[in-house]
Nanobody
Framework: VQLQASGGGSVQAGGSLRLSCVAS????????MRWYRQAPGKQRELVAS???????VYADSVKGRFTISRDNAKNTMTLQMNSLKPEDTAIYYC?????????????????WGQGTLVTVSS
């Protein structure tokens, strides 16, 4: 199973970016999907999560500005980021709780994407 994140870039404060994450491989099902971020010198933090039934949770710092969504048929997740602020600058990582088949065994574990850099200038 692999997660591939994309969509990062550089934008001025107030601008928008859209991040995407695609899961591929021997998937049976994807439970919760999440976006985390890690700014320089800081710990990784949860930005937003979405359940398999599309219930969402957001960090207080991004409520009202970011929207997480998913397409279960395509095994994809997106993060629409509006009204970006310099403090949103970070590497953004996608994460998914995945059930997959390894040989004849069903396993469930978290997978991480490689990270995509978001830079917001003032």
């Amino acid at each position: 199973v692999q997660l591939q994140a994309s969509g990062g870039g550089s934008v001025q404060a107030g601008g928008s970016l859209r991040l995407s994450c695609v899961a591929s491989g021997s998937l049976l099902s994807i439970n919760a999907m999440r976006w985390y971020r890690q700014a320089p010198g800081k710990q990784r933090e949860l930005v937003a999560s979405i359940s398999s039934s599309s219930s969402t949770v957001y960090a207080d710092s991004v409520k009202g500005r970011f929207t997480i969504s998913r397409d279960n048929a395509k095994n994809t997740m997106t993060l629409q980021m509006n009204s970006l602020k310099p403090e949103d600058t970070a590497i953004y990582y996608c994460n998914a709780d995945v059930e997959s088949l390894r040989g004849w065994v069903t396993t469930r574990r978290d997978y991480w994407g490689q990270g995509t850099l978001v830079t917001v200038s003032s």
